[in-house]
């Protein structure tokens, strides 16, 4: 759709990036590590500053105590601490369990591994998870549970019901858990993120994946982290060695640098909660029909009033009659399952939602 909406001018709300600049000070801060000659290879789990600094954080927010040495990997953006922690984890036929829709990465990883999706479709408006039918799934081929919250592309997030269900679903069974999160400082309304690290039983058996580019608006940098108790981690690092080895050091000591002012990334729930209501509102002006927007930068839309059409005709059309891109939420279902839901991306300045929305009412 980016490459569609390139094509033929359209405002381009399909794929998640920031269409403002990260913060000069981080800017400034990876131009002086380049400077200091901080240019050369960094240690293979990453540049220990950072990693100390991630440790701190972690405690900080969500009570969990993560050795820097052992049990944090700085890692090429999300996607490939994802791509790694399956690779360690998963063996032919073990079954992994993903709820759809769902980031298109988890899995081409699993099937490439040789293991089997047991992808579990979750439904508008709420895109609630039906933990008995979950229950039902899992079996003693079970290696792995994949989440994902702030959720991509619904912008749901978990309650601490689906903690209490997840726990009691995992106890006592060999299941390990991967947490994309992401989007963990983009959550609105006041609402807790629910780390894994903030429930030992959980945390025990997960990989938590995090990544830089969603919180400082730099996601052509892909630098992110992957944390794991050390016998995880472990697993994870036999992989990440022989898939890159060590990752860009300027941008790692600037990260760590920048993360030592919390007010950096505990100021985004306000940021971008002031995005999404901006863009919730002149959508009320429309003919669409909103989704509840939880966390993540992504707004989701019925068009049910307008028009009955494959979701993917609709912003086929949309992007070239309209001049704004979506992205059809059917792309993220294996089976292609269709809805009639669209998917924004808010993480724009307000002139590019403006526009967005002025030709957006025309529909
Ligand atoms: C849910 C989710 N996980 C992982 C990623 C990948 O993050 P990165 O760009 O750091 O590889 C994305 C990026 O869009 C995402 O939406």
Not at 49 to 66: D, N, P, W
Not at 328 to 354: I, N, W
């Amino acid at each position: 759709m980016s490459a569609l909406a390139h094509e033929v001018g359209a405002i381009n709300l399909s794929q998640g990036f920031p269409d403002f600049e990260t913060s000069p000070v981080l800017i400034d801060l990876v131009n002086n590590a380049m400077k200091n000659g901080h240019n050369q290879y960094a240690p293979m789990a990453g540049v220990l500053a950072l990693r100390e600094q991630i440790a701190q954080k972690t405690e900080k927010l969500y009570g969990a105590v993560y050795n820097p040495d052992t049990e944090i990997t700085i890692t090429a953006g999300g996607t490939q601490a994802i791509f790694t922690a399956i690779t360690c984890a998963i063996h032919p036929n073990d079954e992994v369990i993903i709820f759809e829709p769902a980031f298109d990465c988890y899995a081409p990883a699993i099937k490439l591994m040789g293991g089997i999706v047991k992808s579990m479709e979750l439904e508008p408006p709420d895109y609630k998870i039906p933990w008995d039918m979950v229950r039902r799934l899992v079996n003693n081929k079970t290696r792995m549970i994949i989440l994902n919250s702030p959720h991509n592309p619904t912008a749901t997030i978990l309650h601490q019901h689906d903690i209490d269900e997840l726990s009691a679903l995992v106890k006592n069974q060999d299941i390990l858990i991967l947490s994309d999160e992401v989007y963990e400082h983009l959550i609105y309304d006041g609402e807790t993120h629910h780390s894994m690290a903030r429930y030992p039983e959980l945390q025990q058996r997960s990989f938590i994946v995090a990544s830089f580019g969603k919180p400082f608006h730099a996601t052509g940098w892909k630098v992110g982290y992957c944390m794991a108790p050390a016998f995880l981690m472990q697993e994870f690092k036999k992989v990440h060695q022989f898939l890159v080895f060590s990752v860009n050091t300027p941008i790692q000591y600037a990260v760590a640098e920048y993360l030592k002012d919390e007010n950096t990334y505990l100021s985004l729930p306000a940021f971008f909660q002031e995005k999404r209501d901006y863009f919730r509102k002149g959508l009320e002006q429309t003919r669409f029909t909103l989704l509840p927007s939880s966390g993540s930068y992504f707004q989701s839309v019925t068009y049910n009033n307008i028009g009955n059409e494959k979701d993917s005709e609709f912003c086929l059309n949309l992007t070239k009659d309209i001049g704004v891109a979506a992205i059809p939420t059917s792309a993220f279902y294996t089976r292609g399952t269709d809805h009639h839901v669209l998917r924004f991306c808010f993480a724009k300045k307000q002139e590019t939602l403006d526009k967005a929305v002025e030709r957006l009412i025309k529909v």
